[in-house]
């Protein structure tokens, strides 16, 4: 007899970049049927504070229709104590997963009196309301789990207690995973080694280290060429497009692909994809960069000591001059890092995702 499904609710304020690429690759899944409610992404301030409002009228609107759950995923942009709240009857006594993409206790913050103090506390209550939460890496985790305490004390009384152990007791590590399909194609590499700064253009992924390793190499007579991809915003977009543009003759792209079809031949015809984020707590753009045939350049800090060995980390601006100049003079063999992203793409990672959904729903 073939296997009775289950179902799921699926719960994205921010159905765009890593996030919807993880739902992507995970479902369909044997097994479970899905109900996915999404919000465009943009402005996750506001997705943080308000998506509860919108979701939890949409499931009721499900239950009303018929529907019923076994499991509740949701990623950190929904405020699950809300939710839950809201929804009612509609997801009462229906198991919920917090998916950490990032946390917010932790992220750095450009202007500090700019910081609301409601988005890390809306990530500490999601978890609090869950039944179990998953990070995706474990410096993601522990960076956490050792932040509550911190903040808690800046109550002005009535401190909670024992908050970071509950919330460290439900809590695991569970990769995000990719679909390679996109990033399979054998590397068309052109005559000159290409660099590529996959990431959005925002100041905590830290477009000028990038740039000004780039200067530096250009000003030796170095002899590559840059592309730049990524999502732009009103803010950062002016700077990046002149430090961009400065390079000059070097540059051969500039700005976000159409599509994903265009941004994996783009990554096909690079050599070298490169990080230099202040923040990240996974990072699956370098990866799909790895599995496309770039050679990684990563910090040694966040999230990368758990995903590339050695001798792609750098440890200071002068590093990253270093290795990115002995990679362009000695350029790599397309693919040579592919193996460090087969362990993350959807066939690997899905029974995973499977057994941790079949042990935690009702």
Sequence with gaps: MPEASRRILILEPYYGGSHRAVLDALFPMPGWEIDLLTLPPRKWKWRMRGAAITMSAEA?????????????????????????????????????????????????????????????????????????????????????????????????????QGVAERIAAMSSVLAPPFDPTPFSAAPMRGARPRIIWPHRWEHDKDPEAFFSAMHTLAAEGLDFEVAVAGQ???????????????????????????????????????????????????????????????????????????????????????????LLRSLILERPAPGVARALAEPFTAEHLRPAYRAAFDRISR
């Design 60 to 160: 009721r609107r499900l239950y009303e229709s018929g529907a019923r759950w076994d499991l509740i995923f949701a990623s950190t942009f929904l405020n699950l104590a809300e939710f839950k709240g809201l929804a009612g009857d509609a997801v009462a006594g229906v198991p919920a997963i917090v998916y950490f993409h990032e946390n917010q206790l932790v992220y750095p913050v450009r202007h500090e009196a700019e910081w609301d103090l409601q988005f890390p506390l809306t990530n500490i209550t999601s978890a609090l309301a869950a039944d179990a939460c998953l990070f995706n890496t474990q410096w993601n985790l522990d960076a956490f789990i050792g932040a509550i305490p911190g903040f808690l004390r800046q109550f002005p009384d009535h401190h909670p």
């Design 232 to 322: 732009a915003f009103r803010e950062t977009r002016e700077h990046v497009e002149q430090a961009a543009r400065a390079l000059g003759e070097r540059l051969v792209h500039l700005g976000e692909p159409e599509g994903r079809g265009a941004y994996a031949a783009l990554l096909g015809s690079c050599d070298i994809a490169v990080s230099t984020a202040a923040n990240e707590f996974f990072g699956l753009a370098m990866l799909e960069a790895c599995y496309a045939g770039c050679t990684p350049v990563v910090p040694d800090r966040l999230a990368y000591p758990e995903l590339y060995p050695a001798p792609y980390r750098y440890s200071s601006p002068k590093g990253l001059v270093a």
